[in-house]
């Protein structure tokens, strides 16, 4: 029973809770075991929160008095270090922050555990979320649980990590240009950007440049992606940019009122792709065409234009650069890598500043003129399969690239705010996960969960799990 509950999806053990097969105490209990024997070796919890097993007994004495349940009733969960817990240390990936415990909790916590959810622990991630890649001083550096030479990806790789080791069913990460999507890519789980807005960012840390960030749910399924969103949207009236109208319709095996149309594409305007990746891509797409969705190739000239890759290290320097100065400032000898190299950037020119602004207008707009006539668009999530540790350079399809580049197809969602779905659907030579990344218009998350949850029900890669 207990790998039934370590690799069941946070869905299935909300049901298992609430017709009393198991109890919560026996699911927060078994990935706390899971945690104690896989963790030393995968590094992705960096902090238990102590209550937990209280939370779950007082779970099961609800469940054993009939009171209404939460959707998520009794379900661990766990949530990215730079993430606001309540009473539970919010340290950031870095000394400097080191033993700092919030009042309060996230605007994106507090939802869950009000759903019902019991917050687990803290994942890994790189100093200040600022790298693809987990490592930092404090905490040290997490490992893929495919292949632990391997990154999980960053800056949300903790969390991808413990979710696909079996510690964790569901949890909360950020993303600037990558951030939940790329490592739940690197290690096979599902992820989703909501459309920018859905989710108040309340109680994280960094938050410039404030229209790029994103908080999002990770977890082991399509539909476990679209009951944590579905608690999660909304403003909070803390946060200005989460404002954003549209209702959210759940119900992701409801049929369309018409034929879906949908367009895929591997570049150009992403940078170089494998072609493992690119033919990962073309059969899910042929997949769709196979359970009825008009599926075509498509480019998106808006895209060839401006590299919004590009764009994006134009406009995001010079915001957050005063917020890493000021976070560091009197600290620098407990700075690591990244930070260091962020100070030591150039600043972009007030005239770059207002082209690149510009450019990004140029790519909404883009996008905007494809989503006329299309209703999603299937991309890469990354250029390559989870690399290992340290590379900074690529050969990829016999281009040489920095490790950027891994951001060319996720980073356009951040420019724009539209909304993208990770979800595995192959693997690689090497026995390495490779997921597609689902592009819907502003507001249309129930669209890419739809077609999301049509991916998954004829994938053969879905109940693949690590060999830890």
């Known amino acids: 029973m207990t790998k039934e509950i370590i690799f069941s999806d946070a869905t299935k053990l909300a049901e298992l809770i609430r017709t009393k097969e198991v109890s919560p105490v026996e699911v927060v209990q078994a990935h706390l075991d899971r945690i104690a024997a896989v963790n030393p070796k995968i590094n992705a919890i960096v902090t238990l929160a102590d209550g937990a097993l209280k939370g779950a007994m007082a779970a099961e004495a609800a469940v054993l008095a009939g009171d209404e349940l939460g959707p998520l009733h009794g379900v661990p969960f766990t949530v990215k270090d730079s993430i606001d817990t309540a009473d539970v240390a919010t340290q950031r990936g870095s000394p400097i922050f080191k033993g700092r415990v919030p009042d309060v909790d996230a605007t994106s916590v507090a939802r869950l555990k009000k759903a019902g959810g019991i917050l687990l622990g803290k994942t890994n991630l790189p100093e200040f979320s600022y790298w693809i890649e987990s490592d930092n001083l404090l905490s040290g550096r997490s490992n893929n649980p495919w292949d632990v030479t391997r990154t999980p990806g960053g800056s949300s790789g903790g969390e991808s990590a413990a979710i696909a080791a079996g510690m964790s069913p569901i949890g909360l990460g950020t993303d600037l240009a990558i951030s939940v999507r790329g490592p739940a890519a690197q290690t096979g789980i599902t992820s989703m950007k909501a459309t920018h807005g859905r989710v108040p960012m309340t109680g994280i840390w960094p938050r410039a440049p404030r229209r790029f960030w994103h908080v999002g749910p990770m977890a082991r399924s399509v539909r476990d992606i679209a009951l944590a969103f579905s608690q999660l949207a909304g403003p909070d009236g803390q946060d200005a940019f989460a404002t954003s109208i549209g209702q959210f319709d759940a119900g992701i095996g409801r049929q369309p009122y018409r034929q879906l149309r949908v367009g895929w594409m591997v570049g150009p305007g992403f940078g170089p792709i494998d072609p493992e990746v690119a033919a990962t891509v073309k059969a899910a797409a ?142 690689s030579k090497e026995r390495l996960p490779i997921s597609v990344q689902l592009v819907g218009s502003w507001l249309a998350e129930s669209t890419i969960l739809h077609l999301a949850s049509l991916l998954e029900s004829v994938s053969t890669v879905r109940d693949q799990h690590p060999d830890l």
């Open 286 to 427: 042929a997949a769709l065409k196979d359970v009825g969705v008009f599926v075509e190739q498509v480019s998106i000239p808006a895209l060839e234009r401006d590299f919004a890759l590009d764009v994006f290290n134009r406009l995001h320097v010079m915001e957050m650069k005063p917020a890493f100065a000021e976070a560091t400032a009197g600290h620098e000898d407990e700075m690591y890598k990244m930070s260091k190299t962020m100070l030591s950037l150039p600043d972009t020119s007030m005239k770059d500043y207002i082209d690149a602004e510009q450019a990004a207008e140029r790519l909404r707009d883009g996008y905007a003129e494809y989503f006329k006539k299309y209703d999603a668009l299937i991309t890469p999530v990354l250029p390559i399969p989870a690399h290992k540790h340290g590379v900074v350079e690529f050969l990829i399809n016999g281009q040489k690239v920095d490790a950027t580049y891994l951001q060319g197809a996720t980073v356009p969602l951040n420019i724009t705010g539209l909304p993208g779905l990770s979800m595995r659907f192959g693997t």
